[in-house]
């Protein structure tokens, strides 16, 4: 090698490690069981999401602890319309619970954030218990809470009576009885709300960014320009919307924008930071950006 060479060499900075896509899926494989959560009285009927070691039902879970996140689904839907973002939550190294309870036409906000609580106080319990899949792979302190529309809203009133939890992020959250919005105020832990600029069900300035505006920093409101209410869902049903971006490219969005929340809050992912706070969030040019630290 010439002196020349290697001078230019030693003179060539190292080239820094481009960030993980959040958006496509995590390196782990996914498995699911159908569990009966118990917890403070309340029995809750879920299906959890995990890091596994293969894929498939009831597999035993990857070497490792795991943050856990409780979803809830929207007013009148099937929680099978959110496997997809279940599951990728859960191949980037989250537990993921998601109750089946208040499916009807009359379903209860307050015992809806209840039951994504049960979820949560339950899987913490499991890590202890012996026997339990869960046992030694649950991040105990480590507790986020998420969900879509209606599931979206109680989101925010589990986090609002749950201090242990740590981190919320939203899809289309909808106001709820009692107010998502008022419970929003009183929320200490850090609060995402992503919203579809054409969203014509929950509109984000009848319903997103109310809640955004009453929640204290850490805040924010992340807008999918040409997004729409049921583009949060992998299929839509009767009295849906459409916007002018794909399904497939909605959820790309908001599973890149979610996930990196969740894996700097919960995880402690350094490499999420910039992605979540930093130049690349607030010129993304599918989602725009409006936050406070």
Known sequence: MTLALVASTLATPTALAAPPDYGLPGSYPVAYSDVTAVAGGRSVPARVHYPATTSGTNQPVATGRFPVIAFGHGFFQATSKYTSTSTHLASWGFVVVVPTTQGGLSPSHGAFADDLNTGLTWLVAQDGTTGSRFRDHITTTALGV????????????????????????????????????????????????????????????????????????????????????????????????????????????????????????????????????????????????????
């Open 146 to 293: 998420s969900g879509h529309s209606m599931g979206g809203g109680a989101a925010v009133l589990a986090a609002a009576r749950n201090p242990k939890i740590k981190a919320v992020s939203t899809y289309a959250a909808a106001e709820t009885n009692p107010s998502a919005k008022a419970a929003a105020a009183t929320l200490a832990a850090p609060a995402q709300f992503l919203a579809g600029s054409q969203d014509t069900i929950t509109p984000v300035g009848d319903h997103q960014r109310p809640m955004f505006t009453a929640k204290p920093p850490a805040r924010q409101l992340r807008t999918i320009t040409g997004g729409f209410h049921c583009g949060f869902m992998d299929s839509s049903g009767l009295f849906c919307d459409n916007g002018s971006i794909t399904r497939a490219a909605q959820l790309t969005a908001s599973k890149r924008v979610m996930t990196s929340w969740f894996r700097h809050y919960l995880s402690g992912d350094t490499a999420a930071r910039d992605l979540v706070w930093g130049q690349p969030a607030r010129t993304d040019p599918a989602v725009v950006f409006e936050g406070t630290e």
